[in-house]
């Protein structure tokens, strides 16, 4: 949980999905399935797939320390003494109504950025997009970048997906060690590539 709350104090991001719905967790969160070996997790706001075998960790769960703007974290079944693989959601309200998803980004990378040590964005960082909601495209950005919180702290690569909708910025972040396996890697990036608004 500790390397859960460090990545949380960071932030979190968003794409497109589909799939059956069952099972109602503590927060409203419904769990259905998906592609084999992974499951849906869906609230009223998002959906995202993750593998059927990582934590789920809903705010309820979460140490005082943890934004109130997380809503759900999902971490690795396999956990690391450093550092575990994980990805989470956050929701913020906008109080300007025409803040675009780039904005969105640029603002939350200036806190990343004064937050973190060793912080480096990457090659390919800084590039928009957009998901579907229904026939309507909403635009995305994405930032990738590695940092650490403190000192003895390990670095970690993180991934950020921006978008703003209907008033409310969503972040999803995924994170992990720069020599994690690489099927790890995969994994984060396709929940951040799943993720899909409602």
Same mark, same amino acid.
């Given at each position: 949980m500790k390397n859960l709350t460090k990545l949380v104090l960071i932030s979190v991001f968003a794409l497109s999905l589909t799939g059956c719905f069952g099972e109602?967790?503590?927060?409203?969160?419904?769990?259905?399935?998906?592609?084999?070996g992974k499951i849906l997790y869906e609230t009223n706001d998002f959906a995202v797939e993750i593998p059927d075998d990582w934590e789920i960790v809903e705010s309820g769960d979460f140490t005082y320390n943890v934004p109130?703007?997380?809503? $759900?974290?999902?971490?690795?079944?396999?956990?690391?003494e450093?550092?575990?693989?994980?990805?989470?959601?956050?929701? $913020?309200?906008?109080?300007?109504?025409?803040?675009?998803?780039?904005?969105?980004?640029?603002?939350?990378?200036?806190? $990343?950025?004064n937050s973190l040590l060793s912080f480096k964005e990457f090659e390919g960082s800084g590039v928009g997009g957009t998901i579907l909601i229904g026939d309507i495209e909403v635009a995305t950005h994405y930032l990738a970048f590695q940092g650490?919180?403190?000192?003895?702290?390990?670095i970690v690569n993180f991934g950020?997906?921006?978008?703003?909708?209907?008033?409310?910025?969503?972040?999803?972040?995924?994170?992990?060690?720069?020599?994690e396996d690489?099927?790890?890697?995969?994994?984060?990036?396709?929940?951040?590539?799943?993720?899909?608004?409602n």
């Amino acid at each position: 949980m500790k390397n859960l709350t460090k990545l949380v104090l960071i932030s979190v991001f968003a794409l497109s999905l589909t799939g059956c719905f069952g099972e109602t967790t503590d927060t409203g969160g419904t769990i259905g399935t998906a592609a084999p070996g992974k499951i849906l997790y869906e609230t009223n706001d998002f959906a995202v797939e993750i593998p059927d075998d990582w934590e789920i960790v809903e705010s309820g769960d979460f140490t005082y320390n943890v934004p109130s703007d997380t809503i $759900v974290a999902f971490r690795n079944n396999i956990k690391s003494e450093i550092f575990t693989a994980n990805v989470n959601v956050s929701k $913020v309200l906008i109080s300007e109504e025409d803040l675009s998803a780039e904005d969105f980004a640029k603002s939350s990378k200036s806190k $990343v950025k004064n937050s973190l040590l060793s912080f480096k964005e990457f090659e390919g960082s800084g590039v928009g997009g957009t998901i579907l909601i229904g026939d309507i495209e909403v635009a995305t950005h994405y930032l990738a970048f590695q940092g650490k919180k403190d000192s003895p702290d390990p670095i970690v690569n993180f991934g950020q997906l921006y978008t703003v909708y209907n008033g409310i910025g969503y972040t999803i972040t995924g994170s992990h060690l720069p020599e994690e396996d690489e099927t790890i890697v995969n994994y984060v990036d396709q929940m951040l590539n799943s993720f899909a608004l409602n």
